[in-house]
C-alpha cells in the first residue's frame, strides 16, 4: 500500500512517500523545505513533486498519515487540515501519530532525548528508550527540562512523602506561635514563629533531599539551570541543536526534523489492520497568542 505521510509541526514542512508491505517499509520518496513561515505556501508543492518521483497519482494512495506535533499553532494545522482534505478526497483514511516519536523512533536504541523549537524560548520535548516514548511531550525552557525529567520520572510514593512533609511543616509552624502567643505575648511570638519556620524548612528539606534533590513540594527552585546529562546519552532536534549548550549531552546533527518513513512506521500496524480512519486532533501544549476581545470599544465619543 502506498502511504503519503506529512508532517509540519517544526519551522520544515515535509513530505513523504512509503510503502507498507506485509512485512516492512520502503521509502520512495521525499520533500522537505525548512521555513517557518511559509508551510502554506510550500507543502502543496513539495506533495506534487514527491507523487511525481514516484511516478503516482494521488488516485494511487491508500492511506494518509499526519504529524500531530506538537507545534507551533499555525503552522501545524496546515499540515492536519491538508492531510484531512486530501483524505475525504480520496476517500481513504487518515491516521495520526505525535511528531516527536517520529524524531524518536528514527533516533534508534539509547536513552534520547527529543527536543523541537517552541518559540518563546522554550522547547516542545520528550524522552525515549530504545526507540519508544518514556515521558512526554511536554514545554518548557531549556534549562528546566532536567527537573521535568526528574519529576515526572519519581515514584507517586517520594510525592505523597513530600505532601505529608509539607504539610507537617505547616502544622508545627502554626502549632509553635499559637502556643508561644498564649504563653508569652506578641514579641516573643515573633521570635518563635522564626523558629517554626526554620523547622518547617528543615523537614521539607529533609523530605526533598531524599528524593535527590528534587524539591517536589510546590516551592520555587532557585537553583541553576542544569543539563540533562546522565538522564539520557543524547538529543536529537532542531530544539535540541539550537539548545545544545544547555543540554550538555551529545545532539544528533543529521536529526533535525522527524523523517516521514518513521511517521509511517508509528502507524504501520494500524494500516496493515484496516483500522478507521481517525480525526486528526493536534497536540497544542499551550494556549494560542491570539485571544478573544475581553470587551468592545466604543467608536463614539
Do not use: W
Not at 9 to 17: D, N, Q
Not at 144 to 170: C, L
Not at 203 to 229: K, W
Amino acid at each position: 500500500m502506498l502511504v503519503l505521510a506529512l508532517d509540519t509541526a517544526t519551522p520544515a514542512s515535509t513530505a513523504a512517500l512509503v510503502e507498507v508491505t506485509a512485512d516492512g517499509l520502503r521509502g520512495l520518496a521525499e520533500r522537505r523545505t525548512v521555513d517557518p513561515r511559509a508551510h502554506g505556501e510550500k507543502l502543496a508543492p513539495e506533495i506534487e513533486a514527491t507523487l511525481a518521483e514516484a511516478g503516482v497519482r494521488p488516485r494511487d494512495l491508500g492511506a494518509i498519515v499526519a504529524g500531530l506535533g506538537p507545534g507551533p499553532f499555525t503552522g501545524l494545522r496546515v499540515g492536519l487540515v491538508t492531510a484531512a482534505s486530501m483524505g475525504q478526497a480520496l476517500g481513504i483514511p487518515t491516521y495520526g501519530v505525535c511528531s516527536l516519536d517520529g524524531l524518536g523512533r528514527a533516533a534508534g536504541p539509547g536513552r534520547v532525548l527529543i527536543a523541537t523549537d517552541a518559540r518563546r524560548r522554550e522547547v516542545y520535548f520528550a524522552t525515549y528508550r530504545d526507540g519508544v516514548r518514556v515521558q512526554g511531550p511536554d514545554v518548557a525552557r531549556p534549562g528546566d527540562v532536567a527537573a521535568a525529567i526528574v519529576r515526572a520520572g519519581t515514584p507517586t510514593r517520594s510525592r505523597a512523602r513530600n505532601s505529608a512533609a509539607t504539610d507537617a511543616a505547616a502544622l508545627a509552624e502554626s502549632e509553635t506561635l499559637e502556643a508561644a502567643i498564649s504563653l508569652v505575648g506578641a514579641d516573643a511570638a515573633r521570635v518563635a514563629a522564626a523558629l517554626a519556620r526554620a523547622e518547617a524548612a528543615a523537614l521539607i528539606g529533609q523530605a526533598t533531599a531524599r528524593d535527590d534533590g528534587v524539591d517536589l513540594t510546590g516551592r520555587q527552585s532557585e537553583a541553576p539551570a542544569i543539563g540533562v546529562g546522565g538522564l539520557v546519552d543524547r538529543a536529537a532536534g532542531e530544539g535540541a541543536l539550537k539548545y545544545g549548550d544547555v543540554f550538555g549531552v551529545p545532539v544528533e546533527e543529521h536529526l533535525l526534523y522527524p523523517p516521514g518513513a518513521a511517521l509511517v512506521a508509528l502507524a504501520a500496524d494500524r494500516i496493515r489492520a484496516g483500522a478507521p480512519g481517525e480525526a486528526l486532533t493536534p497536540l497544542y501544549l499551550r494556549r494560542p497568542d491570539a485571544v478573544e476581545p475581553t470587551g468592545r470599544k466604543p467608536v463614539l465619543t
